[in-house]
C-alpha cells in the first residue's frame, strides 16, 4: 500500500511526465521556433516586420502566404504561446 507521500510523489512525477510528452507533442511555449505558415524550423534571415514585432519563416514564399491573412497566423502563434521578437529600432 502506498504511504501518502509515495502516492503524491508518484502523481507529481506523472503530472510531469504528462506535461512533458505535451509540450514536446504540441510545441513548446516561447521564443519562435516554427514558420508559423509550414511549420518547418525558421531561417532568421527570412523575416517581415509587423505591427512592432518581427514573425520569421522558413523560406521567402512563406511571407507572401502570411501577408495574404497575418492575423489567421499570428492567432495561431498567440495560441501556442509563442512569443514574437520585437522590431529592432534604428539609433
Avoid: W
Avoid at 511526465?17 to 532568421?44: D, H, Y
Amino acid at each position: 500500500m502506498l504511504t501518502r507521500r509515495g502516492f503524491l510523489f508518484a502523481l507529481t512525477a506523472g503530472l510531469l511526465a504528462g506535461l512533458s510528452l505535451f509540450g514536446a507533442v504540441a510545441g513548446a511555449a516561447g521564443n519562435q521556433t516554427k514558420c508559423p505558415v509550414l511549420g518547418e524550423a525558421i531561417n532568421r534571415d527570412v523575416y517581415v516586420d509587423h505591427q512592432g514585432r518581427r514573425i520569421y519563416f522558413c523560406c521567402p514564399s512563406c511571407i507572401d502566404e502570411f501577408k495574404k491573412d497575418p492575423d489567421k497566423y499570428l492567432k495561431k502563434m498567440q495560441e501556442q504561446g509563442v512569443v514574437l521578437d520585437k522590431t529592432p529600432t534604428t539609433n
